[in-house]
C-alpha cells in the first residue's frame, strides 16, 4: 500500500470525522438523547485511528502458514526497536476495539426501543459500560498478541526472506508481531499444531464472533421492534429512530466488508497453509479506507444532518435565488389553484 493511498485516506477520514463532531454538537434532534455521545465515542475513535494508522506505517502479511504484522526501524527513527514494537502492539489493540465497537451501538439502540430492556441494560450508569466494551476487547486482543504472538526465534527463522523480499531489510531491523500455525518436521515433511498460535487465534475468533452476534441479534430485534411500532410511536420519533437505524446497519456493513471479511480472509490463509499473497495488500488497503467511509451514512440519512450538510456547503445566493423562486411559483399556482376567496365566499 502506497504512503500516498494512506495519506488521503486520512486527510479525508480528519475532514470527515471532524464534520461530524461539530453535526452530532449541534445538529442532533433532542431525540437523540444519550445515543449522541455513543456517536461522538465512535467519531473520535475513527479520527485517532486515522492519526495513528498514518506515522505507525504497519505493513501485514502472510506466507505459508505464518502472518506477520510489522513497521521497518530505519535508521534515522527516534523510536528504538522496542518502542516500535509496542506501536505494533498498540495498533493491533485499536484493531480489536474496533471488532466491538457497533456492538455498543446496536446494543443501546435496542435499549432506547425496548424500554424494559433499556431500563435494565442501558440505562444510568449502565449506559457507560457500552464505552467500555470496545476498551475491555482492545486490551484483550493486545493480551493475546503480547503473549501468544510476540516475536521469537521461530517466527525470525521462518520469515526472514519474506522480510527480506518484501522490504528489502533484515529481520532485526524490523518489529513485528506474528505467529505461524504448523511446525513442519524437515525429516519426514509432516505437520503439526503450534499451540500458541491457535489458542491466540482462538481468543480472536471468540471476541470477532461475539461482536457479531451482538450486532446481527440486536440489530433484527430492532427491526423487529421498528416493524411492531410503526402505528405505535409518534411519526417524528418513529422516523428518527428508522434514520438511526438504518445508519447504523450501514456504518457496520463498512466495516464487516472493508475489516471483518478482510482480517478473516487474512488468518484462514495461513490456517490452511495457503500462499495467498493478495490478501495481505488487500487487508492493509482496506483498513486505511474504513475511517474515511464509516462517517458517510451519517451524512446522507439522518435528516438533520443531511440538511445541515447541504445548508453548509451550498452557495447561499443559489439558495435565496431558488427560495426566491420557488415562492413566486407557489404564489402564480395559487392564483388558478385556490378559486375563491373569503370575499368570494360572501358574495355567493
Known amino acids: 500500500m502506497s504512503s500516498t493511498y494512506q495519506l488521503i485516506c486520512t486527510i479525508i477520514s480528519f475532514i470527515l470525522n471532524s464534520f461530524l463532531v461539530w453535526l452530532i454538537l449541534t445538529r442532533s434532534p433532542q431525540q437523540t438523547g444519550k445515543y449522541k455521545w455513543l456517536m461522538m465515542y465512535t467519531t473520535c475513535f475513527e479520527i485517532f485511528w486515522g492519526a495513528f494508522d498514518l506515522p505507525a506505517e504497519i505493513i501485514a502479511h502472510s506466507v505459508g502458514c505464518a502472518f506477520i504484522v510489522f513497521r521497518v526501524n530505519d535508521v534515522d527513527s527516534l523510536l528504538s526497536s522496542d518502542t516500535s514494537s509496542w506501536v505494533v502492539l498498540v495498533y493491533t489493540a485499536i484493531f480489536g476495539a474496533s471488532m466491538a465497537l457497533f456492538a455498543s451501538h446496536f446494543i443501546y439502540r435496542y435499549g432506547s426501543i425496548d424500554s424494559n430492556f433499556g431500563e435494565k441494560y442501558t440505562s444510568g450508569w449502565k449506559f457507560g459500560v457500552l464505552f467500555f466494551i470496545p476498551v475491555i476487547t482492545g486490551i484483550w486482543w493486545a493480551t493475546v498478541?503480547?503473549?501468544?504472538?510476540?516475536?521469537?526465534?521461530?517466527?525470525?527463522?521462518?520469515?526472514?526472506?519474506?522480510?527480506?523480499?518484501?522490504?528489502?531489510?533484515?529481520?532485526?531491523?524490523?518489529?513485528?508481531?506474528g505467529a505461524k500455525f504448523y511446525n513442519k518436521d524437515g525429516l519426514n515433511?509432516?505437520?503439526?499444531?503450534?499451540?500458541?498460535?491457535?489458542?491466540?487465534?482462538?481468543?480472536?475468533?471468540?471476541?470477532v464472533i461475539s461482536s457479531m452476534i451482538c450486532v446481527f441479534g440486536f440489530g433484527t430485534l430492532c427491526y423487529l421492534r421498528l416493524s411492531n411500532q410503526l402505528?405505535?410511536?409518534?411519526?417524528?420519533?418513529?422516523?428518527?429512530?428508522?434514520?438511526?437505524?438504518?445508519?447504523?446497519?450501514?456504518?457496520?456493513?463498512?466495516?464487516?466488508?472493508?475489516?471483518?471479511?478482510?482480517?478473516?480472509?487474512?488468518?484462514?490463509?495461513?490456517?490452511?497453509?495457503?500462499?495467498?499473497?493478495?490478501?495481505?495488500?488487500?487487508?492493509?488497503?482496506?483498513?486505511?479506507?474504513?475511517?474515511?467511509?464509516?462517517?458517510?451514512?451519517?451524512?446522507?440519512?439522518?435528516?438533520?444532518?443531511?440538511?445541515?450538510?447541504?445548508?453548509?456547503?451550498?452557495?447561499?445566493?443559489?439558495?435565496?435565488?431558488?427560495?426566491?423562486?420557488?415562492?413566486?411559483?407557489?404564489?402564480?399556482?395559487?392564483?388558478?389553484?385556490?378559486?375563491?376567496?373569503?370575499?368570494?365566499?360572501?358574495?355567493?
Open 145 to 177: 498478541v503480547r503473549v501468544w504472538f510476540w516475536p521469537n526465534q521461530d517466527m525470525d527463522d521462518y520469515t526472514r526472506e519474506l522480510i527480506m523480499e518484501k522490504v528489502g531489510v533484515g529481520i532485526q531491523n524490523i518489529s513485528y508481531i
Open 189 to 207: 515433511g509432516t505437520n503439526s499444531l503450534n499451540q500458541p498460535a491457535w489458542i491466540g487465534v482462538s481468543q480472536m475468533w471468540f471476541m
Open 231 to 348: 402505528s405505535i410511536v409518534s411519526s417524528a420519533a418513529n422516523n428518527l429512530q428508522v434514520q438511526f437505524f438504518y445508519t447504523l446497519v450501514l456504518q457496520t456493513a463498512i466495516p464487516l466488508i472493508l475489516m471483518h471479511i478482510p482480517i478473516t480472509i487474512y488468518f484462514l490463509c495461513p490456517m490452511l497453509d495457503l500462499d495467498f499473497d493478495f490478501a495481505s495488500s488487500f487487508v492493509a488497503s482496506t483498513i486505511a479506507l474504513y475511517p474515511a467511509v464509516d462517517p458517510l451514512p451519517s451524512f446522507l440519512i439522518i435528516k438533520s444532518y443531511r440538511q445541515a450538510t447541504i445548508g453548509k456547503f451550498r452557495p447561499k445566493v443559489y439558495l435565496k435565488t431558488r427560495q426566491n423562486s420557488f415562492q413566486d411559483f407557489s404564489a402564480h399556482c395559487s392564483f388558478y389553484l385556490v378559486p375563491s376567496t373569503k370575499q368570494d365566499q360572501q358574495s355567493r
